[in-house]
T-cell receptor, first 112, second 115 residues
Framework: KQEVTQIPAALSVPEGENLVLNCSFT??????LQWFRQDPGKGLTSLLL?????REQTSGRLNASLDKSSGRSTLYIAASQPGDSATYLC???????????FGKGTKLTVNP | GAGVSQTPSNKVTEKGKYVELRCDPI?????LYWYRQSLGQGPEFLIY????????DSGLPNDRFFAVRPEGSVSTLKIQRTERGDSAVYLC?????????????FGPGTRLTVL
């Protein structure tokens, strides 16, 4: 059974700092990995999707990497801003399945 | 609409009652998913539709839960004889097709509270 773990569970940083969020998964037979942002009381906003054949994806100040063989992904946020404060969720789509398996998320607070 | 919409945004009901939650996917998206998110947890898969048919309902917790998508667009999640443990945020997502490269786009969710 696929399990997704996100470390740390919570992170507080000063504005302007570069930071890395970690995601690990137990079964490397995945189709893709998706990073989401969730604001309090809101739904999920898709940030980046990495296919299993890709190593990384970039969007603005965000960069996500994937090492499928070791079961790891990282989300790098450059020059963090208070507006980046949210919970970041990592999810993998298992091979042979349509469903996403999520981690519990990392709650990020960027202090002005 | 521009995104996935869900109604109602909040639903409070009493234990034992029946509830229906509605999802309107992005226009043209053939795949539709339901997830459930409990407090402090990541979303958990419930059911997946490709067109009108439920292709994978392995995440439905028991037979009190049922979902339909009769015309391949709007979907309704139905919960019978609600229990306090059903309280959660119910999220709906859609994607263009079932292909591996397609992102799932999520709606704002319905917060269900069972008293």
């Amino acid at each position: 059974k696929q399990e997704v773990t996100q470390i740390p569970a919570a992170l507080s940083v000063p504005e302007g700092e570069n930071l890395v969020l970690n995601c690990s998964f137990t079964d490397s037979a995945i189709y893709n990995l998706q990073w989401f942002r969730q604001d309090p009381g809101k739904g999920l906003t898709s940030l980046l999707l990495i296919q299993s054949s890709q190593r990384e994806q970039t969007s603005g100040r965000l960069n996500a990497s994937l090492d499928k063989s070791s079961g790891r992904s990282t989300l790098y946020i450059a020059a963090s801003q208070p507006g980046d404060s949210a919970t970041y969720l990592c999810a993998v789509r298992q091979g042979g399945s349509e469903k996403l398996v999520f981690g519990k998320g990392t709650k990020l607070t960027v202090n002005p | 609409g521009a995104g996935v919409s869900q109604t109602p945004s909040n639903k409070v009901t009493e234990k034992g009652k029946y509830v229906e939650l509605r999802c309107d996917p992005i226009s043209g998206h053939t795949a539709l998913y339901w997830y459930r998110q409990s407090l402090g947890q990541g979303p958990e898969f419930l059911i997946y539709f490709q067109g009108t048919g439920a292709a994978d309902d392995s995440g439905l917790p028991n037979d009190r839960f049922f979902a339909v998508r009769p015309e391949g667009s709007v979907s309704t999640l139905k919960i019978q004889r609600t229990e306090r443990g059903d309280s959660a945020v119910y999220l709906c997502a859609s994607s263009l097709t079932r292909q591996s490269y397609n992102e799932q786009f999520f709606g704002p969710g319905t917060r269900l509270t069972v008293l």
